[in-house]
């Protein structure tokens, strides 16, 4: 049997990330073999990350990915706000966003897709043996124009790239790059903010229009008007939503005397082409994931054995 030194335990923590103890019991296990201990170690980490798979993920980072007229945005979770200052997490979800340029959005794919000289997948196990938490990829998203600019924000950002809320807005425009891109810039802030539900209110969901419309007759129905007023009351009620729910409509965060379709158009002569938005992704961490609330009482009756 090889005599397992102090330089070849060095060696490994290095190579791994793993803690001494962990390197030497995997040295011995292997006979000082060091691809193997890297293998009986990482074999160990998934086991660690299986055990740590039932909790629930939902903090993290949003990714944001932009090159030439494409941009990505991804979402990857961790159980703790504090795993989101690690600079190998970081490292993880800005390397994950680069993938998805080739890979493309869906999840599964994207896990199975090489990064190096491991796949996605085996980086993020990796990732979750060296740190100790849960880590997911929850989503992916791309958007891409054929001509003009993807213009992208991050909001409460760690790095750069990086952060809490992740906008994604294509400009389609044969208009000046540079132009286009601090114009994205701006579009993509204003969404962050304010959240739209669609760009105009010829895109927006049927279904959301008919819930909005049967809640303002229904309220005005009790009051006891007549349904050809209920009618003229809904159709202006519905301005006023499209003017809260939809992009172009909406207040420009930058300048509240105008709404976004007016700041677009003075924008033009300075862009030096029409500009039209052709669609947007925004991406808020850890939305619609829904949280365990730990019952510290029951826990402790649990460990004692109790019902």
């Known amino acids: 049997m090889a005599e397992i030194t102090a330089a070849m335990v060095k060696e490994l923590r290095e190579t791994s990330g793993a803690g001494m103890m962990d390197c030497k019991a995997a040295l011995t296990e292997t006979k000082g073999d060091i691809q193997a201990a890297q293998d009986w170690l990482r074999k160990k980490g998934l086991s660690k990350a299986a055990k740590k798979a039932g909790r629930v993920a939902a903090e993290g980072l949003i990714g944001v990915s932009v090159r030439g007229t494409k941009g990505v945005l991804v979402e990857v979770n961790s159980e703790t ?25 869906d999840v599964e794919a ?22 100790g938490e849960n880590m997911t990829l929850r989503r992916a998203g791309a958007l891409e124009v054929k001509q003009g600019a993807v213009g992208s924000y991050v909001h409460s950002s760690v790095t750069d790239g990086l952060g809490r809320i992740g906008v994604l807005v294509g400009l389609e425009s044969s208009g000046k790059a540079d132009e286009l891109k601090t114009l994205g810039r701006m579009i993509a802030m204003h969404i962050a903010a304010s959240n739209p539900q669609a760009i105009d209110a010829a895109s927006m969901d049927p279904n959301i229009v008919k819930r909005e419309k049967d809640v303002l007759a229904d309220k005005y129905k009790q009051q006891g008007k007549p349904a050809n007023v209920i009618d003229k009351i809904v159709e202006s009620g519905l301005k006023t939503f499209y003017k809260e729910a939809t992009l172009l409509e909406q207040t ?33 961490l850890g939305e619609g994931i829904e949280k365990q609330e730990a019952d510290f009482a029951a826990e402790v009756a649990a460990a004692a054995g109790q019902r």
Request: charged share 25%; glycine share 8%; no cysteine.
């Open 252 to 284: 420009y965060v930058h300048d509240d005397k105008k709404n976004v379709a007016q700041a677009l158009k003075e924008a033009e002569s300075q862009v030096g082409a029409p500009v039209k938005v052709t669609g947007y992704l925004r991406f808020a």
């Open 81 to 105: 706000d504090f795993v989101s200052r690690n600079d190998l997490f970081q490292g993880l979800v800005k390397m994950i966003a680069d993938v998805a340029h080739g890979a493309g959005t």
């Open 110 to 131: 994207i896990k199975k897709a090489k990064a190096g000289a491991i796949t996605v997948e085996e980086a993020i196990n990796d990732t979750i043996a060296k740190i």
